[in-house]
């Protein structure tokens, strides 16, 4: 059976706006459209009002890219007490804050407008790129990112061209920060930097050959990004492991809090503020509490009953679910299936 769990119905867009400054500061979250977005930009200049002003197929793919990070962030928070919702009362006071659910948020969003935007590019849409056409440098460089094949073989004509994704993801999302230095915009840039490093550290080479019967008289390769559920598994385990940190001593910098921890690299999520145990409704904090979430009552994880409920209790329910059966194969070439009504026994926290 195939569950689609997360498709967004209506275009939602969560996006920084520039509205006022200290709204900028504060890294707030909307829930909107591309054009909504630019409309509150109409008054500014810089490369991210650019976009908006002069480059709507652009903003188009940063728009989609956008949407498939709320996507995977709900994907990967599916379980957690904070679910990654959009719903703008949460999202916003979460965005407001400097935790690791707000550095998760940032950094997918940042590999979602770079993963977008190489894939448009890749697909030939016209948003002022071309695919990486690039020289075969073997012997030349000792460490090349993806590491190159041996043998004999030839660049194919269209490998991702992911300089061109970071760019922009970078021109729409850090530029307007260059000249700011304060801990939640430091935080923030870095996880900017992680959530691109997870594409582009693992960007891989894909090569075919080519010739009579497989026998590779040529093989061609070219450059790949992983998936995107692949960049948000490894987002996930960087927001399991992120980093606190606290201000360096030259206020342009932070650091690691306890002097034993190493300092954070380029890869690593980093967070400034503890975040909220998300167990009970508060509107200040966004959290909507865990009463009533779904949770799995043999699990020691963060879905199970005891993590997610927060030593509160759960209770069991039948759920009437429908899933497709007795499916038979019609010539030529079609399935048809009945719909079939199983009961699944589920659990809710109290
Ligand atoms: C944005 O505006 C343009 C031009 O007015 C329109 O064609 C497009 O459909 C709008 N997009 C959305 C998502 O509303
Ligand atoms: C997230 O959790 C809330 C309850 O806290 C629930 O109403 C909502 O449907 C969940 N959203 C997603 C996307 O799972
Ligand atoms: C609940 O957790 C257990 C143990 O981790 C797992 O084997 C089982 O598949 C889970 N059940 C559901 C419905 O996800
Ligand atoms: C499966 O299909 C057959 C043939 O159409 C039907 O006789 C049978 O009752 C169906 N079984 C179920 C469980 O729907």
Redesign the pocket.
Known sequence: MHAVLFVPAVYLLLLLTPFTTSWWAAGSFLVMDPNQTCKRARWQRGKMADICHNKPGLLNQIAKGVALAQTECQYQFRYRRWNCTTLRRSIKKVMLRDTRETGFVNAIVAAGITFQVTRACTKGEQIGCSCSKRKKKRNKKKHTNPPLPEGDWEWDGCGENIEFGIKKSKDFLDNRYKKRSDMKTLVKLHNYVAGRMAIKNHMRTVCKCHGLSGSCTLKTCTRKMPTFREIGNRLKERFDGAAKVIPGNDGQSFMPEGETIKPPGRVDLVYSEESPTFCEPDSALGSFGTKGRVC??????E??CGILCCGRGHKPHNEEVKVNCNCTFKYCCEVHCDVCKVVKKINTCE
């Not at 799995?296 to 994880?301: E, I, L, P």
């Open positions: 799995n009552d043999t699990s020691q994880g879905e199970g």
